[in-house]
């Protein structure tokens, strides 16, 4: 049972690249949440889903899409990558107001 | 709102000697509260949590933290550090009913030194 999975671990890509990183969970959790890792700042919410189709901004959305056709799926995409995103990303899911699982993240440079 | 401050973002500590974590939350109302653990290049792991009930928490690996509701305080402690505890913790503190989003402390790296 992988639990929750991200891909890919590590990506260099250019800047103005559309990129878009993986996230796959096999517990049918309804919420799942996406998170950059920055050094001094912490975790920061991205976007989040509520269920499939359901989607809403956290903390710092722009510059970035998501879609959830899928329970099991939520797909972040960097429409046109800059090197203010170079950072770890995270993704998590909870069934409910407790605790929140985590990826093994995705370690994205943008050159 | 919420938000989380956790007290330090380096903190050192001898082999054997007290690990004291310190974390102050503020909530509009009765708090989850989660501490998270993280080595490197790894994911957040759950260390433990406080949900309602006893305040005095246990979690793995001998850590433990208590909920101060008058102090606003989760800190988390564990009586003689080991060279594996070596990782940032992140405290934690959940939204509202419903919303199961959760606010992060900016970390504290724990350092142990032989």
């Known amino acids: 049972d992988a639990g929750i999975t991200q891909s890919p671990r590590y990506k260099i890509t250019e800047t103005g690249r559309q990129v878009t990183l993986m996230c796959h969970q096999t517990?049918?959790?309804?919420?799942m949440f996406w998170y950059r890792q920055d050094l001094g700042h912490g975790l920061r919410l991205i976007y989040y889903s509520a269920a499939a189709d359901i989607t809403d901004k956290g903390e710092v959305p722009d510059g970035y899409v998501v879609s959830r056709s899928k329970t099991e799926n939520f797909p972040l995409t960097l429409e046109s990558a800059t090197r203010s995103q170079t950072s770890v990303y995270f993704c998590a899911t909870t069934s409910g107001r407790g605790t929140q699982y985590f990826g093994p993240g995705t370690r994205l440079t943008v050159t | 709102a919420q938000s989380v401050t956790q007290l330090g973002s380096h903190v050192s500590v001898s082999e054997g000697a007290l690990v004291l974590l310190r974390c102050n939350y503020s909530?509009?109302?009765?708090?989850?509260l989660f501490w998270y653990v993280q080595y490197p290049n790894q994911g957040l792991q759950l260390l433990l949590k406080y949900t309602t009930g006893a305040t005095l928490v246990k979690g793995i690996n001998g850590f433990e933290a208590e909920f101060k509701k008058s102090e606003t305080s989760f800190h988390l402690t564990k009586p003689s550090a080991h060279m594996s505890d070596a990782a940032e913790y992140f405290c934690a503190v959940s939204g509202e009913a419903g919303s199961y989003q959760l606010t992060f402390g900016k970390g504290t790296k724990l350092s142990v030194i032989p």
């Open positions: 909530s509009s109302v009765p708090p989850y």
């Open positions: 517990w049918s959790h309804s919420y």
